[in-house]
Nanobody
Framework: QVQLVESGGGLVQPGGSLRLSCAAS????????MGWFRQAPGKEREFVAV????????YYADSVKGRFTISRDNAKNTMYLQMNSLKPEDTAVYYC???????????????WGQGTQVTVSS
């Protein structure tokens, strides 16, 4: 069992930056593929980024490529999402998730956090 807690969301102006964190419980954090997903009001949840167990393989959604950076610190059981050049369309609840599979598909993620709100507005 893994428990995930996101933090770092908030209100930011367009062009600004935020850093999200996802803290995981348990001693087996390093075996999980970790991912970030987001869900805007009235829209389906969408993939943002994923990082494999060792951190060697990383994938991003096209909409965030070049602006967002995913990383993980297995010693601290924590994953991060650095978000730069934020746009109003990045406004959503951001969720972190853990999977025992090498995947980017949300249905294959086994554990989810409660989400943190990111609002990009002037």
């Amino acid at each position: 069992q893994v428990q995930l807690v996101e933090s770092g969301g908030g209100l930011v102006q367009p062009g600004g930056s935020l850093r999200l964190s996802c803290a995981a419980s348990g001693r087996t954090f390093s075996i999980y593929t970790m991912g970030w997903f987001r869900q805007a009001p009235g829209k389906e949840r969408e993939f943002v980024a994923v990082i494999r167990r060792s951190g060697g393989l990383i994938y991003y959604a096209d909409s965030v490529k070049g602006r967002f950076t995913i990383s993980r610190d297995n010693a601290k059981n924590t994953m991060y999402l650095q978000m730069n050049s934020l746009k109003p369309e990045d406004t959503a609840v951001y969720y972190c998730a853990a999977s025992r599979s090498d995947t980017q598909t949300s249905s294959r993620f086994d554990y989810w956090g409660q989400g943190t709100q990111v609002t990009v507005s002037s």
